[in-house]
Structure formats: structure tokens, C-alpha cells
């Protein structure tokens, strides 16, 4: 809040400067607004504005990460001189009457006047004031496009390679390299002597090349054009970095001749002294920079990588005292050099001080816990490592600090030894699985803050060979491995195999009956969804499809300042719950849990199998808030994005051509695709990576359109909501809202298919709305199936008297044949693909001839994709005695063999997609062949889906026609009888031989 007042009516101009979200709001109207989070703008402003005489209140609102974040401000009259301005001391009231003021727009100051737009010189100058202002990435492209309207003009093209390779922080360094080149090429072919343009080639050759090039021109420019000392300080650097050492020291020899008393070659006679190392040298030549700038940086250094400690604790006392100690950082790094030299008292005074400001700052309790230790106080070190875990309890240093000085690990009252499992274990034989679980067990604590600390033991017991080639490489997650070995029968224990960055352990020698016994430590931060909250990062399974569990358990204590919430599932038994002194505990603990039945076709196993999952303090609503702050402002508009929107939308005029363009534009310029991830969309531009929806939703902000990114869930993946799940919901979609049209759902996941056609698993999947103002609402997406049930095949075989069959075959293909199809061929040569097809139909049809094919459509995604090719089938039909037999006429689907193969079934199926299928099959009788084979006509509507066949003779004809819709469905046990009853009427329809006479 800034109140001040003014003696007269007057013009005044007001500064603003940063590189946050900011809020203006003068005399109670919002004056101005910056949003750093839509869109990156010049981080200066200069507001011109006619104050009425009297008292006004300015307030500013800024977004900020810490207290150390603010703006800039100043204000000015209307020759750009301090304001002539009372500002009244004290505590002002944020509320009460003001003078008024008339808003008259940006300062725009004499750029204008000065360069009027047909000044040909306008735009490069115009680049050098954004860079001025502080708008460096809109200078930059400024200075791009003013020295490709005037290519021959040297200065603007040296100024733009400059741009490039000095001021392009925000860019990937190989584009911004790559984008200097040009400039720098250019420069050249104009002025080949040019000494600046002849710096820049060579520091390109430096970054990009190995060779000899950059010093070869380097030395020419030292001994050419001594004038610049850039061309010594590269030239001896690069020396320095390949080990010439005489050389390097020879250049700086010569550019301190050259240019004596400069600053950036003394500091390189500094860095060149420290790595020979000559203290000596390296001291005078920080001497010497003294006299021209501040050298304390170079002489702290200096004193700390020398170990003279006294003179570093000398040097940090004298500049604490000159510059002050605001942010107390002298005070710390002076407490570390007292470490060093022995002063531990001091150390501790200086650290305990530096505590009281902040109780949770873990580098100065653990420096003071340090002290105490060195001083041979213990208890005062333990109880500041206790205090350190009270006010910040993820400090899990502290943890590792007590388990390193021989305190008990975690949990290790409840721990279990290896003879007590065995022990226990009543188990004779060996189980039926190619391995055991004899202990699965999790202790979790979690504290006051969420975060938490699991301790994690298992013991495995192999039984056959298969168990061996499974179990033989371990990857264990845990931060802390406690312990991993391999117990042979006879006792002996066997170490394993650890290779330096390797993410598995090898457990050498492992053999049948042997056990593997592993214990971890896991150390979790507290969850951003929300402070003083915890939700599982997995859910705890006590069953398993691969092996049996003969003791699993997971027992979790936690504050009662956490609310927390459990979801059971399948459970042989409720858990088991209490206090265990501040904290409240569950204790799940199961035996002899066998191995679930091994069914083919299950679902998600948190459907079926036992399971526990936690939350604590933790909505729907907190979810789909942290998904909005995830999603808010990952879309910025930057200049380098404005730029690929123009050259996206062309002369598109209405928002659906601009929609068009975009999507056509995005699909070409970004190769890769991760679909569920969210990356900065300039960054996915000039790399050509990424997901491309941020920079769909940057587009479609630009060109004005409404959009919403909702957040779904994959249907298969909908396994309940009883509790909140982080990762339930993570397959974003854009909605897009023209005027006058339906809402179009785009993933953009493969440049190979239709963009608004969203996979079959979105189809009706339920979604978070996160740019609604109530982002855990679930919304659904539509499901249309319609370019599935549109596709269709049609078959002409024609049989030829000795058993062969033409085939001539036509199809529209359904969304997912066709992506593959595209792009399958994308990766192939063309003059490859007849042999390409050639191979794939024979593995369909069998020894065949592929005479011709046609693709239509191949290269136009909004379009199906039609397949159409004729072939010759060798020994279609087996030829007997003048009959032709074709075992498999349509041929059958097998779908009971596909998806109903048991007899019963203890564990839920899925179908795993929806089927659809649409053929017209004619088969042509050869010449004076007849045959009585009939199709069994069969139309049939079930819940689970639906089937259709027909068959009719027209003269030498035979036309089949057969459709079928089974949608994705989990089919429960209880039902799978009628299911499975289902698809054998289909298969009994689909059955027979077609038998043709012949004349």
C-alpha cells in the first residue's frame, strides 16, 4: 500500500518493473494486471495517468513465493523526474476518499516519434528498446525479423547472432546456437574480416566441434585485431581446457600487454592460477582486480579453497560489517568457518541465533547438532535433532543421523527375524508357484506434516527354475537398503552382486529351495495436494497372482491431527486398530493368503483382490484443486509462441479454419507424443517434443476460442472412488467450444489419426474440469462410436475349380487399423510396401500373390482410411474326388475360445476393448459347382452385446453379411455363465464346412 498526495492537478507517469503477476489498483480501480502464468510480457510498464489534486492510495498485489519478492516502483512526473509527492509516514488506513485520477495509457516515450513505421530502421531499433525494457525474447525476434527483411545489412544480423548466443537463457542452447549460426554465416559472407562476427564463428566451433577451428581463428583475431580482450580471455580458456597450460599463460601474457588493468583478464589470470595451483600468482592477480572492482567473491575463494581459515573469518567479519547482515548468510558461513577452526562455541552461539529465527531450517540445526557433538555434548545434540523433527518432521537427515550412530532402526520392536518366520511358517511342500512369499511386511509411520517413513521386509522362498530366472534380479525401492542375501539350505549366506549404476541387484547363485531376504527404508515428502495431509503413493495388496503370501501384513500409525480415511476391499478379516502412545494405529495381518486363481482376461486387480488404500485430510475437491494448480498457467504465451501461432493460422479468418490450421500445424511441427504428461509449450515447439495440447491451449487462447482441459479417467482404470486417488484421473483432454458446433474432444496423440476422434478407452470416461472454478466436479466426455460402427470390410472370393481363390477386398477402416496402418507405412520406404504387405497378408491368408492394393485416404486423417487389395490365395479349399472342401468359410470368430475358455470362473473377465465388426462376404461358386452349405441365420441382443448373421444364394453367390458390437465390459463372475452361453451360440452359428460339388 502506498498513499500519497499531490498539491495540484498534474500528469504523472508510474514505473513498474517485474518478473511476477502483478495487480495495480489505483484510488480503488484496478489500473493494471500482469499475468505472468497466460502469457510472458515485458516485465516493464510505464502507466501515464492525470491525477486530480488531493490524496491517492496506491495498492499493488504481487505474486510471490517468498518474502523477498516484490517490484519495482517509481513515481514520476511527466519529464521522468521523482514525482512531486507527499508520502505520509506510518500506518495508513487501506480504506477512505481519493482525488481521482484519468487512466491515459502505456508511455510509450519518444520511440514513436522517433522511428515512425515506414522508418525502414524501426523494427531493429524497436528490438533494442524491448531489450531495454527488459524484453529480451521479444527484442531477440524483433532483431530476427529486422535482419531477415534486410539481409544485407551487417549490423542488424551481427546484433541478431549477439542476441542468440549471449541472450537466449530461455532457450535450449543447440536451438539458440543453431538460430545464431545463420546470422553469424551471414555476417560473414558480408564482411569476411569482420573481428566480432569472426568471435562469434569461433565460439560456435567451440561448443559444437572438437576440432582446431576455434582456436585457429582465435589466434588469428588476437594477432589480426588486439583491440578486444574477449579474443585472449576465449582463446587462453580454451587453452586451459585442453591442457595447454604453457600456451594459455603466453596469451594472458600478451593480453595483459595489450590491456593493462582490465577486468575480465585479470579474472582469468585468477581462474588460471587456481587450477595450476600457485596461490601466489593467484593472490596477486586477485590484488590487482582490487583496484579495479570489489573482489571479495575471488578472495573468499581464494582463503576457503587455501584453508586459511583465520583470514576467510577475517574477510566475512569485515563484510558483514560494511554491507550489513540482513539475511544473516555472513552469520552463517562465519559460524562454519568457526567449525573449521576450532571455535565451537562460538559456532553454536552464532547457529543458535540464526535457529531461533527459524526453528525448521535444517542445514542450521543439523550444523548445530554438529557443534554439539564436536563439543562432546550428545544430549544437547539429540535434542536438537528432536526439536529439528518437531518443527519439521520430513528432515529425515535426522533419521539417518541416529541409524548411522547405532540407534535402533525403525520399527524394530515389531521386526521379525529370519528363524522367527521360519518358525512360524507351518508350511512343508513346496507351493505350486515358481516362488514364495513367506513375510511381506510394511510399517508405515506418518507425520504430522504427511510426510512418512516405511520400513519394508520380505522374505521369498524359490521354488523351481522359474523362480530363479524371476526372482534373480532385485529392484528394490527404498532410499535405505538395510540388508539383501541369499540364504542356502545348508546356512550359508550369499552376498549379492552390485554393479555401479545398475538399477538391480543380482543375487549370484540362486538356486531351488534357496530364500532371498531384503529389507529397505523408504523416506516420503509430505504430498502437494495439500499441508499436514497423506494419501499412499500404491495401495497394499495382501494376495497376488504370482505367488502365495504366507505372512502379509501392513500396519501404519500416524497423528490424530491427520483425519484418516481407509478403504477395505476383499479382506479375509477387518484389520486391527489402537494407540500406540501419541499415535493411532491400523494393523492389517494376514497368513497363509494363497495364490489367486490364474484366469486369463482379469481387470484392474484392485477389483478382486484384497486391499487397503489410505488417505488423510484429503478431498475430491483438494485433488481437483491441485490438478488445477498443475494445469493454471502451463500454457504461457511467449513471444517465440506468438510468432509459431502466426505462421500456424496464416490468413485464417473465422474460428473454424484458425481450429483447422492449429491442429493441422501442431500435428506436423511436434514429432513426439506423452500423452498423459503437461509440458511448457515453447519448449515443445523448439524442441519438437512433447505433448501437444499445452501448445493447443496457448493457440486456442491467442485465437480467442473457448476451451476447457478436462482431466479423465481411462475406463479400464475405473476401479471406485470410495477414497481420493492421485493418478485416477491423468489422461488430459481438450474440449473445444466453437460457436454454432458441438464441442469437439481432442488428445492430439499421433499425428496418424483423426484429431477429434478420442480413443475407445476416453469414450464416456468421466473427467475433472480443471480450468472450471470448481475442478473436482466430475464431468463426462460423450461416447461416440460411430467411426468404429461405420467401418467395414466387403469380400468377393472367387474359387477357382482346382482350389485357389481370387480375393478382391475392400474396407473402410475403424480409428486404431487405421492410425497403425499410417503409420506402419510412415516408417517403410515406399517402394517397400508391396513386399511389406505381402509378408502381413500371408501371415492371414497363407501362401498368396499379392496382385494389386489402393490406400485412400493415407494422407488426409479427417477421412477413414480405406484399404482395398486383390490377391490369389493358393490351396484355399482342399480338392477330393472332384469336391472342394473350405474348412473355415467365414471364418469363424472363436470368441468362447477367446474370451470363455474355463468352464467357471472365480475372478472377473474383462474383454479388454469393444469389438466391432461389419463384413459382407460373397463367395463365387466356380462353374458348375453347386453346394447345399447354408449359413444358420442368427440375430441375437444380449447385455453383452449384440451379433448378426445372414446368409442368401443369388444364382452362383453366396453373400454373407455379419456384424458384430461387443462394447468393453467386465463381466462378474456370476454372470460369466450367460456370457460365456453368449459367444458359444455365435461360435456354433460360425461352425461348418462349405462342401462344393463339382460338375
Request: with cysteine.
Given at each position: 500500500l502506498v498513499p500519497f498526495s499531490v498539491d495540484k492537478p498534474q500528469q504523472a507517469l508510474l514505473y513498474f518493473n517485474a518478473a511476477k503477476s502483478f495487480r495495480v489498483v489505483l484510488d480503488d480501480k484496478v489500473l493494471l494486471t500482469k499475468d505472468v502464468f497466460s502469457i510472458q510480457e515485458n516485465p516493464t510498464v510505464v502507466r501515464r495517468v492525470a491525477l486530480a489534486a488531493g490524496v491517492h492510495r496506491l495498492l499493488i498485489k504481487v505474486h510471490a513465493t517468498g518474502g523477498d519478492q516484490g517490484i519495482h516502483l517509481a513515481l514520476l512526473d511527466a519529464d521522468g523526474n521523482p514525482l512531486a509527492a507527499v508520502v505520509p509516514q506510518g500506518a495508513q488506513p487501506p480504506s477512505g476518499p481519493t482525488a481521482g485520477f484519468k487512466d491515459e495509457g502505456d508511455w510509450q516515450g519518444a520511440f514513436p516519434a522517433a522511428f515512425p513505421k515506414e522508418d525502414p530502421r524501426r523494427e531493429a531499433f524497436l528490438s533494442l528498446w524491448q531489450r531495454w525494457q527488459g524484453d529480451v525474447a521479444s527484442g531477440r525476434l524483433t532483431m530476427e525479423a529486422a535482419a531477415d527483411e534486410a539481409p544485407k545489412c551487417f549490423l542488424w544480423n551481427l546484433l541478431a547472432a549477439r542476441f542468440y548466443l549471449f541472450e537466449a537463457d530461455d532457450l535450449p542452447q543447440k536451438i539458440?546456437?543453431?538460430?545464431?549460426?545463420?546470422?553469424?554465416?551471414?555476417?560473414?559472407?558480408?564482411?569476411?574480416?569482420?573481428?566480432?562476427?569472426?568471435?562469434?564463428?569461433?565460439?560456435?566451433?567451440?561448443?559444437?566441434?572438437?576440432?582446431?577451428?576455434?582456436?585457429?581463428?582465435?589466434?588469428?583475431?588476437?594477432?589480426?585485431?588486439?583491440?578486444?580482450?574477449?579474443?585472449?580471455?576465449?582463446?587462453?580458456?580454451?587453452?586451459?581446457?585442453?591442457?595447454?597450460?604453457?600456451?594459455?599463460?603466453?596469451?594472458?601474457?600478451?593480453?595483459?600487454?595489450?590491456?593493462?588493468?582490465?577486468?575480465?583478464?585479470?579474472?582469468?589470470?585468477?581462474?588460471?592460477?587456481?587450477?595450476?595451483?600457485?596461490?601466489?600468482g593467484q593472490m596477486e592477480a586477485i590484488r590487482r582486480l582490487e583496484k579495479l572492482r570489489n573482489a571479495d567473491p575471488e578472495l573468499e575463494e581464494f582463503y576457503s579453497g587455501t584453508r586459511q581459515w583465520p583470514q576467510l573469518h577475517a574477510l566475512l567479519l569485515e563484510e558483514a560489517e560494511r554491507f550489513g547482515d540482513r539475511d544473516r548468510q555472513f552469520d552463517y558461513r562465519l559460524a562454519g568457518v568457526d567449525v573449521r577452526l576450532g571455535r565451537y562455541a562460538a559456532a553454536k552461539t552464532r547457529l543458535e541465533g540464526l535457529l531461533a529465527l527459524d526453528r525448521s531450517d535444517v542445514e542450521v540445526a543439523l550444523q548445530l547438532a554438529r557443534c554439539d557433538f564436536l563439543m562432546g555434548d550428545r544430549a544437547a545434540g539429540f535434542k536438537v535433532w528432536d526439536e529439528l523433527k518437531k518443527a519439521k518432521p520430513d528432515a529425515f537427515q535426522v533419521d539417518l543421523a541416529r541409524m548411522a550412530l547405532g540407534q535402533p532402526w525403525p520399527f524394530q520392536d515389531k521386526h521379525l527375524s529370519l528363524e522367527q518366520?521360519?518358525?512360524?511358517?507351518?508350511?512343508?511342500?513346496?507351493?505350486?508357484?515358481?516362488?514364495?512369499?513367506?513375510?511381506?511386511?510394511?510399517?508405515?509411520?506418518?507425520?504430522?506434516?504427511?510426510s512418512s517413513l516405511e520400513r519394508y521386509h520380505g522374505i521369498l522362498r524359490i521354488n523351481d527354475k522359474e523362480g530363479v530366472d524371476r526372482e534373480g534380479e532385485q529392484s528394490l525401492p527404498g532410499q535405505v537398503i538395510l540388508s539383501i542375501r541369499t540364504i542356502k539350505p545348508d546356512g550359508r549366506i550369499l552376498e549379492p552382486?552390485?554393479?555401479?549404476?545398475?538399477?538391480?541387484?543380482?543375487?549370484?547363485?540362486?538356486?531351488?529351495?534357496?530364500?532371498?531376504?531384503?529389507?529397505?527404508?523408504?523416506?516420503?515428502?509430505?504430498?502437494?495436494?495439500?499441508?499436514?495431509?497423506?494419501?499412499?503413493?500404491?495401495?497394499?495388496?495382501?494376495?497376488?497372482?504370482?505367488?502365495?503370501?504366507?505372512?502379509?501384513?501392513?500396519?501404519?500409525?500416524?497423528?490424530?491431527?491427520?483425519?484418516?480415511?481407509?478403504?477395505?476391499?476383499?479382506?479375509?478379516?477387518?484389520?486391527?486398530?489402537?494407540?500406540?502412545?501419541?499415535?493411532?494405529?491400523?494393523?492389517?495381518?494376514?497368513?497363509?493368503?494363497?495364490?489367486?486363481p490364474r484366469e486369463p482376461d482379469t481387470p484392474n486387480r484392485m477389483l478382486f483382490l484384497p486391499m487397503v488404500e489410505a488417505v488423510g485430510g484429503i478431498g475430491w475437491k483438494d485433488v481437483g484443486l491441485f490438478l488445477k494448480d498443475g494445469i493454471t498457467g502451463a500454457f504461457q504465451i511467449t513471444p517465440e509462441l506468438e510468432q509459431r501461432y502466426r505462421e500456424a493460422v496464416g490468413d485464417a479468418s473465422t474460428p473454424e479454419q484458425k481450429l483447422d490450421r492449429m491442429v493441422k500445424y501442431l500435428l506436423q511441427a511436434i514429432d513426439g507424443e506423452n500423452q498423459t504428461s503437461w509440458q511448457d509449450p515453447t519448449q515443445t515447439l523448439l524442441t519438437r517434443q512433447g505433448s501437444r495440447l499445452p501448445v493447443m491451449c496457448a493457440f486456442l487462447r491467442l485465437a480467442g476460442i473457448p476451451f476447457r482441459v478436462l482431466i479423465a479417467e481411462a475406463v479400464p482404470d475405473r476401479v471406485g472412488d470410495n477414497l481420493p486417488r492421485l493418478g485416477q484421473f491423468g489422461y488430459p483432454v481438450v474440449e473445444v467450444d466453437l460457436k454454432g458446433f458441438s464441442p469437439r474432444y481432442m488428445v492430439l496423440a499421433s499425428p496418424f489419426r483423426a484429431p477429434d476422434v478420442l480413443p475407445w478407452y476416453l469414450q464416456g470416461a468421466r473427467a475433472l474440469d480443471v480450468t472450471s472454478d470448481e475442478p473436482w466436479k466430475r464431468v463426462t466426455i460423450p461416447a461416440d462410436f460411430s467411426p468404429w460402427k461405420s467401418a467395414k470390410e466387403t469380400e468377393v472370393r472367387t474359387l477357382q475349380p482346382n482350389g485357389d481363390m481370387e480375393l478382391d477386398y475392400r474396407s473402410s477402416l475403424d480409428p486404431e487399423v487405421s492410425e497403425n496402418l499410417r503409420s506402419s507405412l510412415n516408417k517403410i520406404a515406399k517402394d517397400q510396401w508391396q513386399r511389406v504387405m505381402q509378408v502381413a497378408l500371408s501371415?492371414?491368408?497363407?501362401?498368396?500373390?499379392?496382385?494389386?492394393?489402393?490406400?485412400?485416404?493415407?494422407?488426409?486423417?479427417?477421412?477413414?482410411?480405406?484399404?482395398?487389395?486383390?490377391?490369389?490365395?493358393?490351396?484355399?479349399?482342399?480338392?477330393?474326388?472332384?469336391?472342394?472342401?473350405?474348412?473355415?468359410?467365414?471364418?469363424?470368430?472363436?470368441?468362447?475360445?477367446?474370451?470363455?475358455?474355463?468352464?467357471?470362473?472365480?475372478?472377473?473377465?474383462?474383454?479388454?476393448?469393444?469389438?466391432?465388426?461389419?463384413?459382407?462376404?460373397?463367395?463365387?461358386?466356380?462353374?458348375?459347382?453347386?453346394?447345399?452349405?447354408?449359413?444358420?441365420?442368427?440375430?441375437?441382443?444380449?447385455?453383452?452385446?449384440?451379433?448378426?448373421?445372414?446368409?442368401?444364394?443369388?444364382?452362383?453367390?453366396?453373400?454373407?453379411?455379419?456384424?458384430?458390437?461387443?462394447?468393453?465390459?467386465?463381466?462378474?463372475?456370476?454372470?460369466?455363465?450367460a456370457f460365456a452361453r453368449f459367444l458359444r451360440t455365435i461360435d456354433e452359428a460360425e461352425s461348418g464346412q462349405l462342401v462344393l460339388k463339382g460338375p
Amino acid at each position: 500500500l502506498v498513499p500519497f498526495s499531490v498539491d495540484k492537478p498534474q500528469q504523472a507517469l508510474l514505473y513498474f518493473n517485474a518478473a511476477k503477476s502483478f495487480r495495480v489498483v489505483l484510488d480503488d480501480k484496478v489500473l493494471l494486471t500482469k499475468d505472468v502464468f497466460s502469457i510472458q510480457e515485458n516485465p516493464t510498464v510505464v502507466r501515464r495517468v492525470a491525477l486530480a489534486a488531493g490524496v491517492h492510495r496506491l495498492l499493488i498485489k504481487v505474486h510471490a513465493t517468498g518474502g523477498d519478492q516484490g517490484i519495482h516502483l517509481a513515481l514520476l512526473d511527466a519529464d521522468g523526474n521523482p514525482l512531486a509527492a507527499v508520502v505520509p509516514q506510518g500506518a495508513q488506513p487501506p480504506s477512505g476518499p481519493t482525488a481521482g485520477f484519468k487512466d491515459e495509457g502505456d508511455w510509450q516515450g519518444a520511440f514513436p516519434a522517433a522511428f515512425p513505421k515506414e522508418d525502414p530502421r524501426r523494427e531493429a531499433f524497436l528490438s533494442l528498446w524491448q531489450r531495454w525494457q527488459g524484453d529480451v525474447a521479444s527484442g531477440r525476434l524483433t532483431m530476427e525479423a529486422a535482419a531477415d527483411e534486410a539481409p544485407k545489412c551487417f549490423l542488424w544480423n551481427l546484433l541478431a547472432a549477439r542476441f542468440y548466443l549471449f541472450e537466449a537463457d530461455d532457450l535450449p542452447q543447440k536451438i539458440a546456437q543453431s538460430r545464431a549460426e545463420r546470422f553469424v554465416d551471414r555476417c560473414l559472407e558480408l564482411a569476411p574480416d569482420s573481428p566480432m562476427a569472426t568471435y562469434f564463428k569461433a565460439v560456435l566451433q567451440g561448443a559444437n566441434s572438437d576440432s582446431d577451428d576455434d582456436l585457429i581463428a582465435l589466434r588469428k583475431l588476437v594477432r589480426e585485431a588486439p583491440t578486444d580482450p574477449r579474443w585472449f580471455v576465449a582463446l587462453a580458456q580454451r587453452l586451459e581446457a585442453r591442457g595447454w597450460i604453457v600456451d594459455a599463460r603466453k596469451v594472458l601474457e600478451e593480453a595483459s600487454s595489450y590491456h593493462p588493468e582490465c577486468e575480465s583478464v585479470e579474472t582469468a589470470w585468477i581462474s588460471y592460477f587456481q587450477q595450476l595451483p600457485d596461490p601466489r600468482g593467484q593472490m596477486e592477480a586477485i590484488r590487482r582486480l582490487e583496484k579495479l572492482r570489489n573482489a571479495d567473491p575471488e578472495l573468499e575463494e581464494f582463503y576457503s579453497g587455501t584453508r586459511q581459515w583465520p583470514q576467510l573469518h577475517a574477510l566475512l567479519l569485515e563484510e558483514a560489517e560494511r554491507f550489513g547482515d540482513r539475511d544473516r548468510q555472513f552469520d552463517y558461513r562465519l559460524a562454519g568457518v568457526d567449525v573449521r577452526l576450532g571455535r565451537y562455541a562460538a559456532a553454536k552461539t552464532r547457529l543458535e541465533g540464526l535457529l531461533a529465527l527459524d526453528r525448521s531450517d535444517v542445514e542450521v540445526a543439523l550444523q548445530l547438532a554438529r557443534c554439539d557433538f564436536l563439543m562432546g555434548d550428545r544430549a544437547a545434540g539429540f535434542k536438537v535433532w528432536d526439536e529439528l523433527k518437531k518443527a519439521k518432521p520430513d528432515a529425515f537427515q535426522v533419521d539417518l543421523a541416529r541409524m548411522a550412530l547405532g540407534q535402533p532402526w525403525p520399527f524394530q520392536d515389531k521386526h521379525l527375524s529370519l528363524e522367527q518366520v521360519l518358525k512360524e511358517d507351518k508350511s512343508s511342500a513346496p507351493d505350486k508357484a515358481p516362488s514364495s512369499m513367506l513375510l511381506d511386511q510394511m510399517f508405515t509411520r506418518v507425520e504430522p506434516d504427511g510426510s512418512s517413513l516405511e520400513r519394508y521386509h520380505g522374505i521369498l522362498r524359490i521354488n523351481d527354475k522359474e523362480g530363479v530366472d524371476r526372482e534373480g534380479e532385485q529392484s528394490l525401492p527404498g532410499q535405505v537398503i538395510l540388508s539383501i542375501r541369499t540364504i542356502k539350505p545348508d546356512g550359508r549366506i550369499l552376498e549379492p552382486e552390485q554393479i555401479p549404476d545398475k538399477s538391480t541387484i543380482s543375487l549370484q547363485g540362486l538356486e531351488p529351495g534357496d530364500l532371498v531376504e531384503y529389507e529397505y527404508i523408504t523416506l516420503k515428502p509430505p504430498t502437494f495436494v495439500k499441508k499436514n495431509a497423506y494419501v499412499t503413493s500404491q495401495v497394499w495388496l495382501f494376495q497376488d497372482i504370482d505367488k502365495p503370501f504366507h505372512h502379509t501384513q501392513w500396519f501404519i500409525e500416524y497423528p490424530k491431527s491427520i483425519p484418516m480415511q481407509f478403504a477395505e476391499k476383499h479382506l479375509p478379516s477387518p484389520g486391527t486398530s489402537g494407540t500406540v502412545g501419541d499415535l493411532l494405529y491400523r494393523d492389517w495381518d494376514y497368513r497363509d493368503m494363497p495364490r489367486a486363481p490364474r484366469e486369463p482376461d482379469t481387470p484392474n486387480r484392485m477389483l478382486f483382490l484384497p486391499m487397503v488404500e489410505a488417505v488423510g485430510g484429503i478431498g475430491w475437491k483438494d485433488v481437483g484443486l491441485f490438478l488445477k494448480d498443475g494445469i493454471t498457467g502451463a500454457f504461457q504465451i511467449t513471444p517465440e509462441l506468438e510468432q509459431r501461432y502466426r505462421e500456424a493460422v496464416g490468413d485464417a479468418s473465422t474460428p473454424e479454419q484458425k481450429l483447422d490450421r492449429m491442429v493441422k500445424y501442431l500435428l506436423q511441427a511436434i514429432d513426439g507424443e506423452n500423452q498423459t504428461s503437461w509440458q511448457d509449450p515453447t519448449q515443445t515447439l523448439l524442441t519438437r517434443q512433447g505433448s501437444r495440447l499445452p501448445v493447443m491451449c496457448a493457440f486456442l487462447r491467442l485465437a480467442g476460442i473457448p476451451f476447457r482441459v478436462l482431466i479423465a479417467e481411462a475406463v479400464p482404470d475405473r476401479v471406485g472412488d470410495n477414497l481420493p486417488r492421485l493418478g485416477q484421473f491423468g489422461y488430459p483432454v481438450v474440449e473445444v467450444d466453437l460457436k454454432g458446433f458441438s464441442p469437439r474432444y481432442m488428445v492430439l496423440a499421433s499425428p496418424f489419426r483423426a484429431p477429434d476422434v478420442l480413443p475407445w478407452y476416453l469414450q464416456g470416461a468421466r473427467a475433472l474440469d480443471v480450468t472450471s472454478d470448481e475442478p473436482w466436479k466430475r464431468v463426462t466426455i460423450p461416447a461416440d462410436f460411430s467411426p468404429w460402427k461405420s467401418a467395414k470390410e466387403t469380400e468377393v472370393r472367387t474359387l477357382q475349380p482346382n482350389g485357389d481363390m481370387e480375393l478382391d477386398y475392400r474396407s473402410s477402416l475403424d480409428p486404431e487399423v487405421s492410425e497403425n496402418l499410417r503409420s506402419s507405412l510412415n516408417k517403410i520406404a515406399k517402394d517397400q510396401w508391396q513386399r511389406v504387405m505381402q509378408v502381413a497378408l500371408s501371415k492371414r491368408y497363407g501362401d498368396i500373390d499379392l496382385k494389386e492394393y489402393h490406400l485412400e485416404g493415407l494422407n488426409d486423417i479427417l477421412k477413414p482410411l480405406h484399404w482395398d487389395y486383390k490377391l490369389l490365395i493358393r490351396g484355399y479349399a482342399d480338392e477330393v474326388g472332384g469336391r472342394l472342401t473350405v474348412a473355415d468359410p467365414l471364418p469363424a470368430l472363436h470368441l468362447a475360445q477367446a474370451y470363455a475358455s474355463l468352464k467357471d470362473r472365480t475372478l472377473p473377465l474383462t474383454t479388454g476393448g469393444p469389438v466391432f465388426i461389419n463384413q459382407e462376404i460373397t463367395i463365387v461358386l466356380p462353374p458348375g459347382f453347386s453346394t447345399d452349405y447354408r449359413v444358420q441365420d442368427l440375430d441375437l441382443k444380449t447385455p453383452f452385446g449384440s451379433y448378426f448373421l445372414k446368409g442368401r444364394m443369388e444364382g452362383s453367390r453366396l453373400v454373407i453379411e455379419r456384424r458384430v458390437e461387443i462394447p468393453y465390459e467386465i463381466v462378474w463372475p456370476d454372470r460369466y455363465q450367460a456370457f460365456a452361453r453368449f459367444l458359444r451360440t455365435i461360435d456354433e452359428a460360425e461352425s461348418g464346412q462349405l462342401v462344393l460339388k463339382g460338375p
